[in-house]
Antibody, heavy 117, light 109 residues
């Protein structure tokens, strides 16, 4: 059974940083691209960042480019998202998800990031 | 950049009725289109990929159609568990980008 479990969210002040993590199990982690998708309270889904199965190629939405860094450790089956220079508009639930040929076929429940002073 | 739009914003349907949801891409995405269902407090669930292929375990009352820029998700006979928000997503230019539509909420009439 595919499982994705996020952690690392919390309350942070504007300009602050967090490191989000996702522990994956139930599949061959290195064979799949992975992604982070966020959802602001009461809003829709927004793609944030993705990374190839090898970890060699990261991808970012324009809204987070230069502030967020995605990485993965295929030896530990973990996906991370370092989020810096946080803004109020970054407040959201951040979902870790598996990408299969572009479709997002498995999702974690998410971790809430709240940016507020 | 490909922009996805969905209509209507809200669809009010009675149980047992048919629901038809639309998704439009600002440029052709071929058949690289997925649909997701999201219920309150839950993660999204993949329903349809390749514009018309049901994901594993998805009931036959869900069907997808379309190609290019115009797509439709049809729920043939709404069940109580189908009241949710539905999102379309294009993956024609993945990598590096994925794009979601703004969603359609299906609620009880």
């Amino acid at each position: 059974e595919v499982q994705l479990l996020e952690s690392g969210g919390g309350l942070v002040q504007p300009g602050g940083s967090l490191r989000l993590s996702c522990a994956a199990s139930g599949f061959t982690f290195s064979s799949y691209a992975m992604t982070w998708v966020r959802q602001a309270p009461g809003k829709g889904l927004e793609w944030v960042s993705g990374i190839s199965g090898s970890g060699g190629t990261p991808y970012y939405a324009d809204s987070v480019k230069g502030r967020f860094t995605i990485s993965r450790d295929n030896s530990k089956n973990t996906l991370d998202l370092q989020v810096n220079s946080l803004r109020a508009e970054d407040t959201a639930v951040y979902h870790c998800a598996r990408v299969a040929a572009g479709m997002v076929d498995y999702w974690g429940q998410g971790t809430l990031v709240t940016v507020s002073s | 950049e490909i922009v996805m739009t969905q209509s209507p914003v809200t669809l009010s349907v009675s149980p047992g009725e048919r629901a038809t949801l639309s998704c439009r891409a600002s440029q052709s995405v071929s058949s690289d289109l997925a649909w997701y269902q999201q219920k309150p407090g839950q993660a999204p669930r993949l329903l349809i990929y390749g514009a018309s292929t049901r994901a594993t375990g998805i009931p036959a009352r869900f069907s997808g159609s379309g190609s290019g820029t115009e797509f439709t998700l049809t729920i043939s006979s709404l069940q109580s568990e189908d009241f949710a928000v539905y999102y379309c997503q294009q993956y024609n230019n993945w990598p590096p980008l994925l794009t979601f539509g703004p969603g359609t909420k299906v609620d009880i009439k």
